[in-house]
């Protein structure tokens, strides 16, 4: 850990979510409404303690959830201080274990996901001082990562040949060029290595930071009309959420809206590749539009439905979207009116020089220091092991829903529009504070890579657009209210463009 960075090794999850709870500034009394058990054992194979972080943070959202729902319970009387304590939260640890690998644990018709393979361009590779990390999860990066190689890109290259190509390269050198060609490339870096970057003294200690952003004289303190009334059969019944993202992290935080009952519109770009064995699993709950914000029809069509949003969620790079007028001073400014959420994941937070660039879960992985320190404690002389599951998408994602729910119940208290900032990066931080399992203790512990390693009890079975679908189900419940996906998957852009 740094200097900079709180130890927080003896942490148990219901510490980490004490923690977050008070760093929002909710309610001390509902802490109490949380009943979570941390075993003294890894949850999954690593050193970090990525078992810790899934339970911590998905409870954390839960009891946000549990929380909305005793205050609009009691909204009538128009102190939160006269809320009665949130009904009981639990998250089994390894169930929490097991959802952090939800994006590969499901069957259609009985048929695992079929990933298809890396391309020679993606992953790690040596540079002439040291490694870097290339992504090549969308066409444009693997392409262009081609092309800045020297590759044609009409030949057949085998892993060799790039390798032989990036072997010229410097690995900061490779990075900072592939940034500049918005590219997605990271240089590995040692823990040492990381935290002499003024990126990582700019991230913040919280990962879950909000701010008010609007304060005009009609947003009063209150829920949105929709919420307002007691008596729903879900947390969040009633609430809109207009969601713009991509991959993981921000689409499992509308997933996770959904679960508690919210109305969540997926708006997706017919212009940009989609990854379907991935939407399948991260859409489930949700509806889903497409629109070209290149058409002024589709575009005017995007703010008319924003305009009777409660919240919005975007997860694309940072200040891609503000020059549309979706920044999210410029929907405060158009919700000024009625008050609104405005909620944004990114890769490296809004501060610092990394601010705007791309990234994702691998990326930050490598080049802060996650990889070569895994590495180092699981002894086999690689130069960087990978954490066991999508961590930091993961718990960004959960803690991005949570971080929606605390300016939902700040909006109800104190009025306004509120901004919620969550990054990979500071996700990262956040197990890294946490400590790590002493050499390789950490990773005798299970792993959930198949179907067939998960326990029965944790998946369910629905049907959708594409046959039936065996997946896992939510780990967080709620005593007396229902908690999971009514909505099951469909191909994108299915769904009429319209609020329920």
């Known amino acids: 850990m740094t200097a900079s960075s709180p130890d927080r090794s003896a942490f148990t999850s219901q510490d980490s979510v004490a923690h977050l709870w008070r760093d929002l500034g909710l309610p001390e009394a509902s802490l ?41 319970n009691h909204n009538h009387n128009h102190n939160h201080n006269l809320a009665p304590r949130p009904p009981t939260v639990t998250v089994p640890f390894r169930h929490a274990c097991v959802e952090f690998n939800s994006w590969r644990l499901y069957t259609i018709d009985g048929e695992p996901v079929q990933f298809p393979p890396s391309s020679p361009v993606g992953g790690l590779h ?6 870097v990390r290339v992504h090549d999860g969308f066409p444009n990066h693997r392409d262009g990562a081609k092309a800045l190689l020297g590759c044609a890109p009409d030949v057949r290259m085998d892993r060799e040949a790039v390798a032989a190509k990036v072997a010229a390269w410097r690995c900061v050198d490779l990075e900072q060029t592939g940034v500049e060609a918005r590219l997605a490339i990271a240089a ?14 700019a991230i913040a200690d919280a990962p879950i930071r909000l701010r008010k952003i609007g304060d005009g004289a009609s947003t009063g303190p209150g829920l949105p009309d929709r919420l307002a009334a007691g008596g729903a059969d879900k947390c969040l019944r009633g609430l809109r959420v207009l969601e713009m993202s991509r991959v993981i992290a921000a689409p499992l935080s509308g997933k996770t809206l959904a679960a508690h009952g919210a109305d969540v519109l997926w708006v997706t770009s017919p212009n940009l590749p989609d990854l379907p064995d991935l939407d399948r699993e991260m859409s489930r709950g949700k509806r889903t539009i497409q629109l070209d914000l290149q058409d002024g029809e589709d575009e005017a069509e995007l703010f008319r439905l924003l305009d009777e949003a409660d919240v919005f969620i975007q ?39 990394w601010a705007g660039r791309r990234g994702f ?3 930050v992985q490598t080049c802060s220091g996650l990889n070569v320190s895994e590495a180092e404690h699981f002894g086999a002389g690689e130069a960087a092991r990978p954490l066991p599951c999508q961590a930091l998408d993961y718990a960004g994602g959960f ?7 605390a300016a939902l119940y700040k909006q109800a208290t104190e009025g306004g529009s509120w901004q919620v900032d969550v990054s990979l990066a500071g996700a990262m931080k956040y197990l890294r504070s946490l400590g790590q399992y002493e050499g390789r203790s950490g990773f005798d512990a299970p792993d959930y890579l198949c179907p067939e390693d998960v326990p029965s009890e944790y998946m369910e079975t629905h049907m959708t657009g594409f046959g039936k679908m065996t997946s896992v189900r939510h780990s967080g419940s709620i005593q007396g209210l229902e908690v999971g996906w009514e909505i099951m998957p469909k191909p994108l852009g299915a769904d009429e463009k319209r609020w329920l």
């Open 32 to 72: 109490a409404s949380l009943d979570i058990t941390d075993p003294e054992r890894p949850g999954l194979p690593s050193s970090f303690k990525v078992g810790h972080l899934a339970q911590a943070s998905i409870a954390l959202a839960t009891l946000l959830a549990a929380q909305i729902h005793s205050l609009r």
């Open 126 to 131: 040596r540079t002439s001082d040291g490694y």
């Open 188 to 201: 590995l870096r040692s823990f040492e290595q990381w935290d002499v970057l003024p990126q990582a003294r």
């Open 315 to 353: 997860g694309y790079r940072p200040g891609s979207l503000a020059a549309r007028s979706l920044s999210p001073e410029a929907i405060a400014r158009r919700c000024a009116g009625r008050g609104i959420i405005c909620a944004n994941l990114s890769a490296y937070g809004p501060d610092g020089p």
């Open 361 to 363: 879960d691998s990326l």
């Open 399 to 405: 803690f991005l829903a949570a971080g929606v729910m």
